[in-house]
């Protein structure tokens, strides 16, 4: 079945510390989206793509970057982790009726 | 904002019988409503969609009802299981590929 699917899982990096977050899909969506799941707050989306070499911004996407180099894939970095990036991170594609599939969410502690 | 965790709105139900959970939403110019269901430590995950030009739209055990005069949704949930515990919010579209995350309530099921 095709899926979407985060790793790692589960992650513990030191502040200041570069931290990749990879995403997959293998149902060829073309849209895709990062979110950060907080207590008090909702999802919210932190980069997204159209497709193919396309990324922008969301609304937190202060310190966070993404690429796009194929359909599949949307890795998340944070270049400089600080501890106010401690949360859970969810990764999503989009279908071509508009509804959004998320992944099993990556948990990540900046110490 | 939507709160996560022990600030949630808690809907309790006894094994069996009907729930109905409700979100407001605030854009009346949104044309796709969906709901999810996310348990502890998941994903969320697709539960059911409605596009505006709809009113009602059923699934196994669960409906959707909207109501566009006084931007209210529900998710009615029948004979519910204890698998059915979770927390659930609505989703409904903002603007191209913009989703605003409604406030989530967390449903207990009694047995």
């Known amino acids: 079945d095709a899926e979407i699917t985060q790793s790692p899982r589960h992650k513990i990096t030191e502040t200041g510390r570069q931290v990749t977050l990879a995403c997959h899909q293998t149902?060829?969506?073309?849209?895709m989206f990062w979110y950060r799941q907080d207590l008090g707050h909702g999802l919210r989306l932190i980069h997204y793509?159209?497709?193919?070499?396309?990324?922008n911004k969301g609304e937190v996407s202060d310190g966070y970057s993404v690429s796009r180099s194929n359909t599949e894939d949307l890795p998340l970095t944070l270049e400089s982790a600080a501890s106010s990036q401690t949360s859970v991170y969810f990764c999503?594609?989009?279908?071509?009726?508009?509804?959004?599939?998320f992944g099993e969410g990556s948990w990540l502690t900046v110490v | 904002g939507e709160s996560v965790g022990l600030h949630l709105p808690t809907l309790s139900v006894q094994e069996g019988d009907n729930s109905i959970i409700n979100c407001a939403y605030s854009?009346?110019?949104?044309?796709?409503f969906i709901w999810y269901k996310q348990e502890s430590g998941k994903g969320p995950q697709f539960i059911i969609d409605?596009?505006?030009?709809?009113d009602k739209r059923q699934g196994q055990r669960v409906t959707v009802l909207l109501n566009k005069t006084v931007k209210h949704l529900s998710l009615q949930i029948a004979a519910t299981q204890p698998g059915d515990s979770a927390v659930y919010f609505c989703?409904?579209?903002?603007?191209?590929?913009?989703?605003?995350f409604g406030t989530g309530t967390r449903l207990k099921v009694l047995a």
């Open positions: 999503a594609s989009r279908d071509s009726g508009n509804t959004i599939y």
């Open positions: 149902w060829n969506h073309n849209n």
């Open positions: 793509s159209y497709g193919v070499q396309d990324t």
């Open positions: 854009n009346s110019a949104s044309d796709y």
């Open positions: 409605i596009r505006s030009n709809m």
């Open positions: 989703a409904f579209d903002a603007g191209t590929y913009k989703y605003i």
